[in-house]
């Protein structure tokens, strides 16, 4: 939803400073370690020990080099790889899990009861993207789904942003609605491939 809203204005805003990368010779797999490897390091740094504020900066500082990878394979003279596409989508999910994980993680310690809400969306997050990878492995299309990455990004960026600002309940309702919106949009996923089977049956 939001991804394709957004992806035009986005690309055009960073094209110029995607030149200027290529031009000194940073690549778009360097961009792609860099972005996965930073916000996995640094949501277990800032997650497990509650930091969410400044976890929240400097997690999504990384993550926002998955702005910068894709326009800048499409720029450059391959045209990207397909190693390139399979190391953006892996870190993205380790990245993705490692930020809930370390929040959960933390919570554990004193035994909130909100870590089997986290520990459900975390799986209903790797379902959306799994269910659509293996959809497209069988030539089948899976776009679409009310929560892709961005939106569940957001969701659990704000609530923890705002939970480190000191908000009270935003971490809890922020965690309950990423866990059902993974869910719904899991299901969405399914049925759309249900039917795509459907078609000339």
Known sequence: MLQS??????????TPLCRFLLKIGVTANLLSAVGGIGATISAIVFFTHGNYFWGTLVTLFFILFDLLDGTLARMSESGGSTWG?????????????????????Y???????LV????????????????????????????GG???????????????????????????????????????????RLVIVFQATRVGA
Do not use: M, Q
């Not at 190391?87 to 994980?101: E, F, K």
């Open 5 to 14: 809203s957004i992806r035009i204005p986005v690309t055009r805003a960073i």
């Open 85 to 105: 596409a399979l190391l953006d989508s892996t870190l993205d999910r380790i990245s993705d899990a490692t930020v809930i994980g370390s929040v959960a993680y």
């Open 107 to 113: 919570l554990s310690r004193s035994h909130d009861r």
């Open 116 to 143: 089997p809400v986290l520990l459900v969306a975390l799986v209903a997050g790797s379902l959306v993207s799994y269910i659509k990878a293996r959809a497209e492995s069988l030539k089948i299309k899976c776009d």
């Open 146 to 188: 009310i929560a892709e990455r961005t939106e569940r990004l957001i969701i659990i960026f704000v609530a923890l942003g705002l939970a480190g600002l000191g908000v009270p309940f935003v971490l809890a309702i922020g965690s309950w609605f990423l866990a059902l919106i993974s869910i719904y949009t899991a299901i969405e």
